[in-house]
């Protein structure tokens, strides 16, 4: 997928007295996995400095290293976290009750194509990145982003399942085969519409994805 | 693309006295470049310090800055050795005369399979790999990546405009834009082949495009 940004505002505080020390703690956690997505995304995991994080947020080592017992443990949270929010904004659009299921899709795809000119294209997809870069090397993180994807997969599938009930694509098609294609050329085209800087790869992708599924 | 090794062996010495200053200079920089295919693909850009390159070449400091002025100076030419060693590769397979057109796309296509595997799936494309890492932040590398993209474009274009030559291939199909994306799904591919250990990624989306060639 492609941007994250604006990032979630943190959840809202319950009513009555509120636990001073558990909120604080869930906020100081919730805050340095907020800016870790931001800043693993653009910068990747090597070139990010757990110090200059801290800096960054006015958050004390020891602080840190409450919440995460190392830079790896920090990097699985924070893959976890975008997985959560991507997952949700995914369901905000596959979801969306008043539209049919392949205008859905369209709809998410245009709303990640507005994100990525926002954005000047220099963010992309955190899970893309880091499973670029990390793909090869780190074997903990490894099947997170992996897990990250499958769940992606599994709502692109669900959109196009619906497509089918109502008779908007084939019912021959194998929608988990065809989510599964669509994560693969999708990350394919945010990489390329990063070095580019422009949306023609997602287009190029897209226009061929929707060829085969129309098919 | 995917996996590059082995990599290709130095050109043979010409025959006659060698000129001595000039081919030890080029045997170096040849050496350099080749171990910086390795290293860049396998580890990226910013986990590859150019100590640890020379501590294990056996190459000094100053002679690597006789060479390249700088770590990003290095990459570029890393970058444009394996665009330039791909390519060749690349033509291996997509020029061979005793094959149809479709053919040698898949032979090229079972290749780089085989090659992923041999290496476990730790290496995948150093254009790829780079691309993701830097296509955000890095605006000297970003134009010499995509016109390595590029020149990969051609060289498939070239080979499905073959295929329509000998009506393999639809005549309605534009060419540059199939070979566009395939590139963009390939890397993709790549990218998930290397988070799952397997070529399962890549079949996916070989099929998907070889649904929309045969259309």
């Known amino acids: 997928m492609a941007n994250q940004p604006p990032l979630p505002s943190p959840p809202p505080r319950k009513r009555g007295r509120p636990k001073k020390d ?4 869930s906020d100081t956690r919730e805050r340095l996995i907020r800016y870790g997505i931001e800043t ?3 910068q990747g995991y090597a070139s990010t400095g757990i110090d200059k994080i801290l800096k960054a947020m006015g958050v004390p080592k020891g602080s840190f290293y ?7 443990d920090f990097a699985a949270a924070v ?3 975008y997985g959560d929010y991507f997952a949700k ?9 008043d539209r049919l299921p392949l205008d859905r899709l369209n709809d998410f795809i245009t709303d990640a194509k507005n994100g990525m000119e926002r954005f000047d294209y220099r963010r992309g997809c955190l899970i893309g990145n880091l499973g670029q870069e990390l793909g090869s090397t780190q074997d903990t993180l490894r ?13 692109v ?15 021959q098609h194998d929608c988990r085969a065809l989510a599964a294609f669509f994560w ?3 990350e394919g085209a945010i990489l390329r519409a990063k070095l580019v800087r422009s949306n023609e790869p997602i287009d190029t992708f897209c226009t061929h994805f929707f060829k085969i599924i129309s098919l």
Chains 1, 2 share one sequence.
């Open 89 to 97: 904004k995914l369901d905000r659009w596959l979801r969306a009750p």
């Open 143 to 155: 099947p997170l982003m992996e897990n990250v994807f499958q769940d992606w997969e599994g709502r």
């Open 66 to 72: 409450h919440y995460f017992k190392s830079k790896e």
């Open 40 to 42: 693993l995304t653009e």
């Open 22 to 25: 558990d909120s604080a703690f």
């Open 79 to 81: 893959i976890m976290g």
């Open 184 to 186: 693969i050329g999708w």
């Open 157 to 171: 599938e669900k959109c196009l399942l619906e497509a089918q009930e109502k008779q908007q694509i084939s019912a």
